[in-house]
């Protein structure tokens, strides 16, 4: 969340809100969460329904948020919700987590952890002055922020990737087994993406903005991921099926890489549309 909430923060609150929030999401003594996906819109953002209705000087939020990571734990929520009709009717605000009406419900996932919430809004009254922007620059905003989640957060998972990698090599050699192609196709998977993200973090220290190319970050991001625990289960036969640790755990997670942060589908349209200007089917 540091690398995706914060740059939307400074962009976007008042700047004495972001003065005063920033500092404790950077120092650790928050966590805050995103409130976009819905039951009926996941990676198409442009179909939420959770609303807000002026009241004053105050807003009155009711609705439904899925997919909250760690919402159980967080401070704060930067939160996108209805004011009225199309892109343009989208508005986000940054709520606390401690508002009454707030209702949190953690899901627990078939790799065994609760990552994932609901989080339901009943009647949440929020201040004017937590909005983020104007009314209608949910959407804009939404865009800003979904090329971070895309990208610059990858990094990290990139380096834990390698290291995985690292440890199926050295299970392989434990059994006698040769360091064969696929592993060799994992290796090539794993360096195309972290050149294409190491460009994409060069790119945004030198003050480019990033956009619909970060999709492409997202697609090698979850093929490799996904061939590196393909591989796994081939190579290390019955560890996954049978044995209740980590590389089956890590198996499990490795499926929602082509959902999280958009899917597939979604990013390849993003794509054919906005980079290679491919017409609709």
Known sequence: MLEVLAPTMIDYAPPELAAEMVPLLLSGREQWCQGFSEPGSGSDLA????????????WVING???WTSFAQYSHRCILLTRTGDGHDGITAFFIDMDTPGIDVRPLRTMHGVDEFCEVYFDDVVVDGSRMLGQPGDGWQLAMDLLPYERSTCFWQRIAYLYARFDALIAEVKRQGAAVDNDLGAVYLALHTLRSRSRATQHRLADGGRLGPDTSIDKVLLAS????????????????????????????????????????AEIQRNIIARRLLDLPKE
């Open 47 to 58: 179909s939420l329904t959770t609303r807000a209705t002026p009241h004053g000087d105050q």
């Open 64 to 66: 439904q948020k899925v």
């Open 224 to 263: 490799a991921e996904q061939l590196l625990y393909d591989t796994t289960r081939d190579l290390l036969p019955g560890r996954i099926e049978l044995d209740d640790a980590e590389w089956r755990a890590e198996y499990l997670y490795s499926r929602a890489a082509t959902i999280y942060g958009g899917t």
